[in-house]
Nanobody, 119 residues
Framework: QVQLVESGGGLVQAGGSLTLSCAASGRTFSRYMGWFRQAAGKEREFVAGINWSGASTRYAESVKGRFTISRDNAKNTVHLQMNSLKPDDTAVYYC?????????????WGQGTQVTVSS
């Protein structure tokens, strides 16, 4: 079993930065890890993903150049550094673990952490 717990969300002004963290319990070092988000009234969308070694990453077009995903397998953590935040980045952010690639499947999910960007 894998359990994922996100932290680091909060309220930030546009242009600011936040770093989200995902603490995993269980065997995640071989899993593909991803960050997703869901804004109010919208479908959940892929934000960023990283393979088991950290050598391969993928980003949604909307966050490229602003967000950076990283992982520390020794500490079972995944991070999402978010810079130049925009009001459109407001959403609940979820960490997920999967056996495939950025397009899934993801079989473990965290509870989510709220990110609110004020204009």
């Amino acid at each position: 079993q894998v359990q994922l717990v996100e932290s680091g969300g909060g309220l930030v002004q546009a242009g600011g930065s936040l770093t989200l963290s995902c603490a995993a319990s269980g065997r995640t070092f071989s899993r593909y890890m991803g960050w997703f988000r869901q804004a109010a009234g919208k479908e959940r969308e892929f934000v960023a993903g990283i393979n088991w070694s950290g050598a391969s990453t993928r980003y949604a077009e909307s966050v490229k150049g602003r967000f950076t995903i990283s992982r520390d397998n020794a500490k079972n953590t995944v991070h999402l550094q978010m810079n130049s935040l925009k009001p459109d980045d407001t959403a609940v952010y979820y960490c997920a673990a999967g056996l495939g690639s950025w397009n899934g499947p993801f079989d473990y999910w965290g509870q989510g952490t709220q990110v609110t960007v004020s204009s």
